[in-house]
DNA sequence: CTGAAAGCGCTTACAG
DNA sequence: CTGAAAGCGCTTACAG
């Protein structure tokens, strides 16, 4: 609070400059901590800028540079409960290093995506798809001008976080089957879902490994009211334990089922997957296996940030196989859904 | 598809003007869409740009102007459900304008809060706060760089975006009398919350105004635990209904009375604040006062803009009143949580 | 260790 | 309507 500001502008280096009596260029390295700087110089510098009240423009920074100390994320949809470890995640990475995220939304579309990234990469070091819809090829071309990183799914040449999918599924078959339940439905995600796909592929996996029967079903729509509409034929199915896409199709699921008179857990148990924020408001509480979406969040920023520096102007990142990151596994929660059978649904 | 691409390098607008043959000062206002350009020469260089795929640098046009394009939210916890829609309130608003949205956290802590906001002011033109952590004064310090606007919370000289919680309340308290209850308890928020003082304030008077008695109840955290640990108080205090400062301390005080033996809502009415995501995952549902999360979220961007035309220089949007827009009230929501009261609690 | 100069990619008075 | 020039606030070879 001495004296300080020139009311309304900011202090550039060169207002530092001519109070520490030395060049703008030198001001410029005294505070970019850079070696070659006298000790003496440094100090009179620092106090100059801490008279000032200096803080130095990011973008005055980035233009001759190329470095924004910005990385965007883009997301399908912000409201989605899913993606707001990731978007903590990488929010709390980038912040740590001193960087900026910028925070982005396709509002589940390829083509918004696309404008979308196409927008803020200028501004960035590069940006994190959280599971893009956009097509494989769009994605390369974007990795070309600057790094990419995918979350959630696979393509070739690009960075890619996954979580590993298996552990927490075979664990949930693992903990139907020793509570005696034979045949298993899989309510589905949305059709072309990459990560739904992924699931009930490792799903009928782990259950004909343990001798059990899989049956997937479709869902309108992976919201409760999909879970809903689906009870119907998760029941004439017959089986008695139903894993599902996401924790939504779920609880929609879990409720139908109650109120068709079904008991959960006592007459079917109901997993659900990605233990989403309330997952454990209802009653009973769900059982879902949870993946490491925090984490993965900030995996995707540390990797885009080492490929930053590899590879300068040719294609960044490229390398042909998807990382899978081995601490990213999920896991079971157990939680009061799901059960010993009871009584035989029939 | 027509050659394009420097390969890595983006074009920038000499390169359309060689192309083009003009003066990059023509590109310049010919792709800023500004008048004085002839519909031949426009075209020429529109042709152009496509043709190279030109895309503006946000950072280099920022520099010479101080329009950055993008607008600064900083919110307590990402990962808090009561700001969801406030960001995507925020999210879409820009992009409806083309503008980039950068997302902070400040942990709840008013210091971080202050730095965060420091660090990403240059690259701005503002900043929101949504239900601030920073005194008063730092906040004014703040808005005399570049115009601020704080969500829920009112500051003297600062653009304010405050629901009206008014509505809900009475809305809440004439329910429950309605519904044969008279007395009533306040769970209530943090200490310091400046919230939670005006929802006891307004839920008091309407109390009062109904003739009924209202207690207030302090709570350890704005937590599912923190619920549960007060229900033993709210029982003490003969109350049959009680509405809570926000949905997880309702969902934790409904668990912890169900797990009692208290029937809800034929013994005890419990309303929350916020209709957070997932308030309706509880059995029974939850009644909840809702806020206009998502119009605060676009309203305050949008004074934002607005302040940002008015006073250049000179600190921005100087108003000594708050502003309380008359669309944003609070609504309740009324699901099965709350009800008519039929064994009186003793 | 420090200074003087050029340049990052734009915009915008100022001339013509 | 268009061009030539200066400048936004930094960084970074290049000299000394």
Redesign the interface.
């Known amino acids: 609070m001495v004296g300080s ?1 020139t ?2 502008g ?1 202090a550039t280096i060169y207002d530092i400059a001519k109070l520490a009596g030395v060049n703008p260029s030198t001001v410029s390295r005294a505070l970019g901590h850079q070696p070659g700087v006298s000790v003496e110089t440094r100090k009179l510098v620092e106090d100059a800028a801490a008279q000032l009240s200096f ?6 920074r ?2 001759p540079t190329g470095r ?1 100390g ?1 990385v965007g994320l883009i997301v399908a949809d ?2 989605n ?1 899913s993606y ?2 990731m ?2 995640g990488a ?2 990475a980038a ?1 740590a290093r ?1 960087l ?6 396709s509002s589940e579309s390829g083509s918004t995506e696309s404008v ?1 990234a ?6 960035t070091d590069g940006i994190i798809l959280a599971s893009p819809r956009m097509s494989d090829p769009e994605i390369r071309e974007l990795n ?2 600057k790094p990419v990183v995918v979350i959630n799914r696979s393509v070739e040449g690009i960075e890619s976080v996954v979580p590993d999918i298996e552990p927490g599924i075979r664990d949930a078959v693992r903990h139907l089957a020793a509570n005696g339940h034979t045949r298993f439905a899989f309510l589905a995600g949305p059709g072309q879902s990459w990560i739904s796909a992924r699931r009930w592929d490792s799903f009928r996996e782990a259950c004909e490994w343990a001798g059990r029967t899989a049956q997937p079903i479709p869902t309108l729509a992976p919201t ?1 009211e999909g879970g809903r509409r689906a009870a119907g034929e998760v029941l004439a199915s017959r089986a008695t334990a139903a894993l599902c896409y996401n924790d939504l199709l779920a ?1 929609g699921l879990m409720r139908e089922l109650q109120a068709a008179g079904v008991k959960v857990p006592d007459e079917f148990s109901v997993v659900g997957f990605d233990n ?8 009973p509480t769900l059982t879902s296996i949870a993946s490491p979406f925090k984490e993965c969040g900030a995996t995707a920023l540390q990797r885009l940030l080492a490929s930053r520096q590899g590879t300068e ?2 294609p960044h990142g490229v390398r042909s196989t998807p990382l899978r990151v081995s601490p990213m596994r999920t896991t079971l929660i157990v939680r009061g859904s799901s059960g010993r059978l009871l009584a035989p649904s029939t």
Do not use: C, H, M, Y
């Open positions: 500001d009311a309304g900011r803080r130095v423009s990011p973008l005055a980035a233009l924004t910005t912000i409201t409960p707001f470890d978007i903590r929010q709390s912040a001193g900026t995220l910028v925070l982005a939304e979308v196409q927008r803020i990469q200028p501004s070309k001008a409760l609880i989403i924020f309330g997952s454990d408001f209802t009653t102007g040719s």
